[in-house]
T-cell receptor, first 115, second 114 residues
Framework: ETGVTQSPTHLIKTRGQQVTLRCSSQ?????VSWYQQALGQGPQFIFQ???????GRGNFPPRFSGLQFPNYSSELNVNALELDDSALYLC??????????????FGPGTRLTVL | AQSVTQPDIHITVSEGASLELRCNYS??????LFWYVQSPGQGLQLLLK??????LVQGIKGFEAEFKRSQSSFNLRKPSVHWSDAAEYFC????????????FGAGTRLFVKA
């Protein structure tokens, strides 16, 4: 069974650029959640996708957007990067119905640095 | 508003000594409560969870946590710490408010000394 994988591992961008981060769910999982973890902070919920539809969103601006594909892999897109977007971005997958809790399995994250 | 407070930014414990990590939460309904551990370069791993029932829950790696509704607390404990327990620990609260969201505390860094 393959766990949650994320790519790339590290990324450096400049302010104003756009970035796409990728996540492959654990086999059989249909739900993906994205989190932003700034240095010295806990993860903050960005949004969740269930069966290709957004299923909840945290307090992040619209320039944070996502997609979930038919194979349940997912992308996080961030437009107009700001310095404060520098963080570890975590993806977590789970298997379950909308609105219910099921154990989330986290990937190792993508470290984004915005200069 | 939903929130999680971990009062201790870091804690140092001698190997073999007992450990207690504190967590307080604010949540409008009965919360789902979690403890996660994060080691350098690793993703978050679930240690234990509380949904309902017995307020003392057992987790992996010898950890346990106690839910105290009157104190809005969910402290994590371990009777004897091993050097491999050195990591960042996150308390989290979750609930179904337009999709299930998990809210994490800022974390407590555990250092273990020989």
């Amino acid at each position: 069974e393959t766990g949650v994988t994320q790519s790339p591992t590290h990324l450096i961008k400049t302010r104003g650029q756009q970035v796409t981060l990728r996540c492959s769910s654990q086999s059989g999982h249909n739900t993906v959640s994205w989190y932003q973890q700034a240095l010295g902070q806990g993860p903050q919920f960005i949004f969740q996708y269930y069966r290709e539809e957004e299923n909840g969103r945290g307090n992040f601006p619209p320039r944070f957007s996502g997609l979930q594909f038919p194979n349940y892999s997912s992308e996080l897109n961030v437009n107009a990067l700001e310095l404060d977007d520098s963080a570890l971005y975590l993806c977590a997958s789970s298997l379950g119905a909308s609105g219910s809790w099921n154990e989330q399995f986290f990937g190792p994250g993508t470290r984004l640095t915005v200069l | 508003a939903q929130s999680v407070t971990q009062p201790d930014i870091h804690i140092t414990v001698s190997e073999g000594a007992s450990l207690e990590l504190r967590c307080n939460y604010s949540y409008g309904a009965t919360p789902y409560l979690f403890w996660y551990v994060q080691s350098p370069g690793q993703g978050l791993q679930l240690l234990l969870k509380y949904f309902s029932g017995d307020t003392l829950v057992q987790g992996i790696k010898g950890f346990e946590a106690e839910f105290k509704r009157s104190q809005s607390s969910f402290n994590l404990r371990k009777p004897s710490v091993h050097w491999s327990d050195a990591a960042e620990y996150f308390c989290a609260v979750g609930g179904n408010t337009g999709g299930f969201k998990t809210i994490f505390g800022a974390g407590t860094r555990l250092f273990v000394k020989a």
